[in-house]
C-alpha cells in the first residue's frame, strides 16, 4: 500500500471531493503548513539532486546524495536512542474499559489500560512476584491483578495488595511494576520509552490538519506479520500501487502504472520531507514526511472551485511490535467528504483497508525472511530506481545515520541483525492447535481464540470496537433468520391452503436469503483476500 492522494482504499477515496485537477496551493506554504513537530525544522530547503540508481543500473555511492551539512546537524544532535521517542501504542476509542491490553515496542512488553477514572496506565507487561504477565490478569476496581497469585497494581504501579501476606506485613517496596508515561494526543495513545529522562513533550507528534474545522477521519489498527521497517517501505511506495492493487477500487489501475517525479526538500537527523507525483499528472503534488521512530504521513493540499483551501492527509504510524511483527494505526482525513461516506457503514472502508493489506502480506512477509536471513545491507540486495524507489533508499540512508541507537535495523550501507532470535509464542502443533483453538471454553466450538497474525480476525477485527459489534450483531441475525426461515419452512409443510403454503415457503425464502447475507457480511469482515491466481 502506498501513500498516495489516490490512495487504494475506498475508506480514503470516499472523502474525496469528485472536482477534476485542482489548484494547488503554493509548495512552500503546503510544507509549512503540514510540519508533523519536525525537530529539524528552520532550514533552507534546497532541491536536491538525487543520485539514484538508473535504469541502466549506474549508481553512485548511495542512492542519493547527502546534502551538505547533513553530518553536521546529525553530530550536533548526538546520538540516536529509540528509547527517548513517543511509540503509537493504540487508538484511544479502541481501549477497553475493562480489560488489560499487551502491547510490544520492540522487545519492550507492556500492558495498557484505563483505571476506575478512565485515565490510561501503562506499565511493563511483568509482575515483579514471578514475571507473569498482569495483562493475562483483570481489573478489580480499576487496579490491574495478576492472575497468577492476585497481586494488584494501582495506576503507577505501585502494589496496593498481596493475599498471601499475613496480616499487619507491609508490603515490599520493591514490589512494584515499572511505569511508563502514555498522553492521548488527537485520539492516539502514545507511550514514552525513556528509563532515564522525564517525557519530552516537544517530540509528542502533533498534526495541524486535525485542527481545521470540519476535518473528519477514519482509522482503523492493524497488526502485521513483518518487521515496522518493511511496513514503511511499503508505505511510502506509491509506484507499487497500480500492480499490486489492481482494481481493489476504482482508481487503481495497472495500465497507471507509470514513472514517478520526486523532490527531497528536507533532511534532518530525525527524517525526512518532500513532493512526489505522476509524470502524467505533474499538477498534483503530494508531501511526503517521514519523522522518526516511525510516523510518516502523505498530505495533498488544493484550492477548490469556491476558492477555499481544501486537504487530504493520510498518517501512518507505524509501531515495531517485535522481530517480524508491526502494528499500524493508520488514519485517512479529509476537509471534504463525499456523500457516500456517510451511506456506506465504518466496518466496509476497514474491511477494504484489510484486504489492501492482505493483497501485501505475502510479498512482505518473504521480503522479511530475506532480509533475516542474507543479513547484508539492503543496498546489495535491492535495485533501486530513480523513477520508482527514491523514499525507500532514503528511509534505509536514515537507517544508516540512526540504526546505531536502535536494538536491529537493516541499512542501505549498514546493519545490526537481532542479537537473540525472538522467542514466538504459538499454540501447539498439528491436531491439538486445531483443537485448542477451538476449545469450548474460548467461546464455543469453532471459534477460533489462537492469535494468528495472517489472519484477519486477528490482525484487524479483535481491535477494532466497531467491527467485534458489527460480527456479533449480524452473526445474531443470521442465526435468528435462519432459525426463522426453518420455522417458516416447517409451518408451510403444516400448511392446509395452498395460499398458506406459497406465502410461507416465500416466507421461508426471503429469510433464507437474509440470513446468507448477514453470513456474507461477516465473512467480508473476517475473512482474508485471497487473489484468483494463488487459490488452489
Known amino acids: 500500500m502506498g501513500p498516495t492522494a489516490t490512495l487504494p482504499l475506498a475508506s480514503f477515496l470516499l472523502l474525496r471531493p469528485s472536482a477534476a485537477a485542482p489548484r494547488l496551493k503554493n509548495p512552500a506554504a503546503t510544507a509549512a503548513a503540514h510540519v508533523v513537530r519536525w525537530s529539524g525544522g528552520g532550514r533552507s530547503r534546497r532541491r536536491l539532486q538525487a543520485a539514484v540508481v538508473e535504469e541502466t543500473g549506474a549508481q553512485e555511492d548511495g542512492v542519493l546524495l547527502p546534502r551538505e551539512g547533513d553530518e553536521a546537524a546529525a553530530a550536533a544532535a548526538g546520538p540516536y536512542d529509540w528509547r527517548e521517542e513517543w511509540y503509537p501504542l493504540y487508538l484511544a476509542s479502541e481501549v477497553p474499559d475493562d480489560a488489560a491490553l499487551p ?11 484505563r483505571d476506575a477514572g478512565g485515565v490510561l496506565r501503562c506499565h511493563e507487561d511483568r509482575c515483579p512476584h514471578r514475571l507473569a504477565k498482569l495483562s493475562e490478569g483483570q481489573l478489580v476496581d480499576g487496579k490491574i491483578e495478576c492472575l497468577y497469585h492476585g497481586w494488584q497494581f494501582d495506576g503507577q504501579g505501585k502494589c496496593v495488595k498481596i493475599p498471601q501476606l499475613p496480616e499487619g506485613a507491609k508490603i515490599p517496596r520493591s514490589a ?46 492493524h497488526e502485521l506479520p513483518y518487521d515496522h521497517s518493511i511496513l514503511l517501505e ?98 485517512f482525513g479529509s476537509t471534504v467528504r463525499s456523500p457516500l461516506a456517510k451511506v456506506l457503514p465504518t466496518w466496509y472502508f476497514h474491511q477494504n483497508a484489510c484486504k489492501v493489506f492482505e493483497q501485501d502480506m505475502g510479498f512482505l512477509s518473504s521480503q522479511n525472511e530475506v532480509l533475516l536471513r542474507e543479513k547484508v ?74 492469535p494468528n497474525p495472517t489472519n484477519r480476525y486477528f490482525r484487524h477485527v479483535v481491535h477494532c470496537n466497531g467491527c467485534r459489534a458489527s460480527v456479533k450483531k449480524y452473526t445474531s441475525l443470521k442465526n435468528a433468520f435462519a432459525a426463522v426461515a426453518a420455522a417458516a419452512l416447517a409451518a408451510a409443510i403444516l400448511a392446509a391452503t395452498r395460499q398458506w403454503k406459497a406465502v410461507l415457503l416465500a416466507a421461508s425464502a426471503v429469510l433464507a436469503a437474509a440470513s446468507y447475507a448477514c453470513g456474507a457480511v461477516v465473512s467480508l469482515i473476517t475473512t482474508n483476500f485471497i487473489r484468483t491466481h494463488r487459490r488452489l
Open 103 to 113: 502491547l510490544t515496542v520492540f522487545d519492550r512488553q507492556l500492558v495498557l489500560y
Open 176 to 221: 512494584c511494576a515499572r511505569n511508563y508515561e502514555v498522553r492521548d494526543s488527537q485520539g492516539v495513545v502514545w507511550v514514552w520509552l525513556s528509563d532515564a529522562n522525564p517525557p519530552d513533550e516537544r517530540k509528542l507528534p502533533w498534526f495541524e490538519p486535525y485542527a481545521r474545522p470540519g476535518f473528519t477521519d477514519l482509522s482503523s489498527v
Open 234 to 331: 511499503n508505505l511510502m511506495d506509491p509506484a507499487h500501487v497500480p500492480i499490486s492493487h489492481d482494481r481493489t477500487d476504482w482508481t487503481a489501475k495497472r495500465e497507471d502504472a507509470q514513472p514517478l517525479f520526486f523532490e527531497v526538500t528536507e533532511r534532518t537527523p530525525r527524517g525526512f520531507a518532500g513532493y512526489w507525483g505522476r509524470t502524467r499528472t505533474p499538477h498534483l503534488r503530494n508531501l511526503l514526511r517521514f519523522e522518526a521512530p516511525c510516523v510518516l504521513t502523505n498530505t495533498l493540499e488544493y484550492v477548490d472551485k469556491d476558492g477555499k483551501e481544501q486537504c487530504f492527509s493520510a498518517h501512518f504510524l507505524c509501531r515495531p511490535a517485535g522481530q517480524g511483527k508491526s502494528m499500524l494505526i493508520v488514519r
Open 377 to 450: 545491507p539492503t543496498r546489495e540486495l535491492y535495485l533501486n530506481l530513480r523513477s520508482s524507489d527514491t523514499w525507500v533508499a532514503e528511509y534505509r540512508k536514515w537507517m544508516d545515520r540512526a540504526g546505531h541507537g536502535m536494538p536491529y535495523y537493516f541499512g542501505h550501507s549498514s546493519l545490526a541483525p537481532p542479537p537473540v532470535p525472538a522467542v514466538v509464542e504459538q499454540a501447539p502443533a498439528g491436531a491439538v492447535a486445531g483443537i485448542s483453538a477451538s476449545f469450548p471454553a474460548k467461546g464455543g466450538v469453532g471459534t477460533l481464540h489462537a
